[in-house]
């Protein structure tokens, strides 16, 4: 069965600070992992990593993939109160006939305060 | 674009009534999901249809039934509420649930509360 284990499980920090949000996971043939933000409502999509693709940027917001440790970080440099969140990690299945059943950590809780 | 629409966006039951949430999305998207999220439990999979035509059980279908109308709509039915299922429930779609690729588009989430 896949485990996706997610930590911390909240933080707390003030803006401008870095974070460093992280995931590990266990899964049979790893493909590859998603990290959501859930914000009031729906969670919405981050960044997808591969065993091709092992590190993304985008602005303040970057994440690593170790396939060898098998885990990945978030990180969130210089943060700000709209960066006040759940963050979510996921890995699908194997494949077969799993098809997307996405296996999800059970988030990070950030709060930046102002 | 609408997205991933779902209804209600909050309802209040009493144990033992049924209910229907109602999920659709626009994109044209051939897998959909319904997920329940709790305090501390992140996401978990209650339903999914890989296509049209096919729905299958996640990780805690009990209490449950799915209906894949088409390929737009996927409703979650709950025969007869527990105060367990208390929870937000989420509707999701994805272009394909197989592959390395699987980025799945959510709704804005039913706010359920079974008294």
């Known amino acids: 069965e896949d485990k996706v284990v997610q930590s911390p499980l909240s933080l707390v920090v003030h803006e401008g600070d870095t974070v460093t949000l992280n995931c590990s996971y266990e899964?049979?043939?790893?493909?590859?992992l998603l990290w959501y933000k859930q914000e009031k409502k729906a969670p919405t999509f981050l960044f997808m990593l591969t065993s091709s693709g092992i590190e993304k940027k985008s602005g303040r917001l970057s994440s690593i993939l170790d396939k060898k440790e098998l885990f990945s970080i978030l990180n969130i440099t210089a943060t700000q109160t709209g960066d006040s969140a759940i963050y979510l990690c996921a890995v699908p299945p194997a494949g077969g006939t799993s098809y997307g059943k996405l296996t999800f950590g059970q988030g990070t809780i950030l709060t930046v305060h102002p | 674009n609408a997205g991933v629409t779902q209804t209600p966006k909050f309802q209040v039951l009493k144990t033992g009534q049924s209910m229907t949430l109602q999920c659709a999305q626009d994109?044209?998207?051939?897998?959909m999901y319904w997920y329940r999220q709790d305090p501390g439990m992140g996401l978990r999979l209650i339903y999914y249809s890989a296509s049209e035509g096919t729905t299958d059980k996640g990780e805690v279908p009990n209490g449950y039934n799915v209906s894949r109308l088409n390929k737009r709509e996927f409703s979650l039915r709950l025969e007869s509420a527990a105060p367990s299922q208390t929870s937000v429930y989420f509707c999701?779609?994805?272009?394909f649930g197989g592959g390395a690729r699987n980025e799945q588009f959510f709704g804005p989430g039913t706010r359920l509360t079974v008294l």
């Open positions: 899964v049979t043939n790893f493909r590859s």
């Open positions: 999701a779609s994805s272009e």
């Open positions: 994109m044209n998207h051939n897998s």
